[in-house]
């Protein structure tokens, strides 16, 4: 038997007769007949007798009509939970966010997600952009921004952003000769001969700037690994050499007299940020909501300049 037989079973017994069944169901009464014939061979007894008041059920009709009913009442439960979930999500959802995005990003989407999701326990997980990607290839996470694309079976990104890359200097201690170039902007190829502070072989940004040093034929000079950020910032502060990484991730110091910054061209250095799920499993309603909220307030940090440096990549 299916929900539909019993469905029929139930209307026919409700309406007393298997034409008014038939009108009330919008179906035609040699159908009912058909199901009705099918469902007592499959149990082996008579589920209906005709009465001069019309279509009765036997005492296994009734057993099968009190069954039925609780059957039916316990899918239109289910169904009305189901559709309130996905009016109000719920559950835990697990976001990898690299440390310079998390800065600006990871205060606003909490708040965003306890605001119009508050039954979403939402957990922000902060490292570097490699150590995010084992974490989504190991299902440790639900969703995770991404610097470059990820060309896995099993992993699904979609770019949302472009940044641009700055190299960064002390802002103090410095004579004349030792700065790199004067204005605001640098040659990639002078940037590579400078003595750099950078993350360690294997980081996505160090990746990138190894691929525009080989395109270009310069030697990179690097002279201290540093996986941090922020370490990578205080020992170019100290003057131990200079570093590349985001506008928005300098721009406080910068804007403290501590850094300096300048652009750097021919060619222009900038990443693009990625939003990435994993493919393996079926997403929650809670994951997806909170993936498009993801998306929804990067575009906005961008497009409101709150994220310096930044640009939107997709269409919209």
Partial sequence: MDLRQLRYFVAIVEQGSF???AAFLHVSQPALSLHVRNMEADLGTTLLFRTPRGVEPTEAGMILL??????????????????????DPAGEVQLGVPGTIAEILAVPLIKAVHLRYPRIKLRIAEAMSGF????????????????GSVEERGIG??????????????????????????????????????????PG??????????????????????????DSYGNIKALVEE???????????????????????????DP???????????GNRPMTNAVS?????????????ARSGRWIGARISRSE
């Fill in 66 to 87: 009190r069954h039925a009913r609780i059957v039916m009442d316990q899918v239109t439960v289910a169904t009305e939970e189901i559709r309130g979930h996905q009016n």
């Fill in 239 to 265: 003057g131990l050499g200079y570093s590349i990484l985001p506008e928005n991730a300098v721009a406080a110091e910068v804007a403290e007299g501590r850094l300096r910054s300048w652009a750097i061209v």
């Fill in 132 to 147: 995010i990607l084992d974490w989504i290839r190991d299902e440790r996470i639900d969703l995770a921004i991404l610097y």
């Fill in 201 to 226: 072989k294997g980081h996505g940004l160090r990746e990138l700037v190894n691929e525009h040093a080989e395109a270009g034929g310069h030697d990179l000079n690097c002279v201290i690994d540093v």
């Fill in 268 to 278: 222009p250095l900038a990443r693009s940020i990625h939003l990435a799920h994993s």
């Fill in 289 to 301: 909501v909170v993936l498009a909220l993801t998306g929804e307030m990067l575009s906005d940090l």
């Fill in 19 to 21: 034409s008014r069944a």
């Fill in 157 to 198: 990104t979609e770019r949302l952003l472009v940044e641009q890359l700055h190299l960064l200097g002390p802002a103090a201690g410095l004579r004349a000769e030792d700065l790199p170039v004067g204005g605001s902007e640098v040659p990639f190829r002078r940037t590579a001969e400078l003595p750099l502070i950078l």
